[in-house]
């Protein structure tokens, strides 16, 4: 099992970027994916996920800002960035899994290494 993600980077604020989260190694299509944050000295927080069938959840401090989505063909899940803040500053990680809705970290089996994004003039 695996899942990669890539896609961070440095970006001024008011910015873009696409995390882009790819799995192998499971039934894919058959699995929720969430993105969670972690910036030093804070918990974990989700920020974003979809289901098997699309369904979709953001978190309050990023609705209306960043858009999940998933191709199946490419066992893909993408996280759209716009209107980057600051804050937003993390290491972002994506994780699969099998329940649905999911309600915490450990409803998560699978997890990648992370992607730092870094919103910063």
């Known amino acids: 099992v695996q899942l990669v993600e890539s896609g961070g980077g440095l970006v001024q604020p008011g910015g873009s970027l696409r995390l882009s989260c790819a799995a192998s190694?499971?039934?894919?299509?058959?699995?929720?994916i969430g993105w969670f944050r972690q910036a030093p000295g804070q918990e974990r927080e989700e920020v974003s996920r979809i289901s098997s069938d699309d369904n979709s959840y953001y978190a309050d401090s990023v609705k209306g800002r960043f858009t999940i989505s998933r191709d199946n063909a490419k066992n893909t899940v993408y996280l759209q960035m716009n209107s980057l803040k600051p804050e937003d500053t993390a290491l972002y990680y994506c994780?699969?899994?099998?329940?649905?809705?999911?309600?915490?970290?450990?409803?998560?089996?699978?997890w990648g290494q992370g992607t730092q994004v870094t919103v910063s003039s």
């Open positions: 190694g499971f039934a894919f299509t058959s699995y929720a």
């Open positions: 994780a699969a899994s099998s329940k649905w809705p999911t309600r915490s970290t450990q409803d998560y089996g699978y």
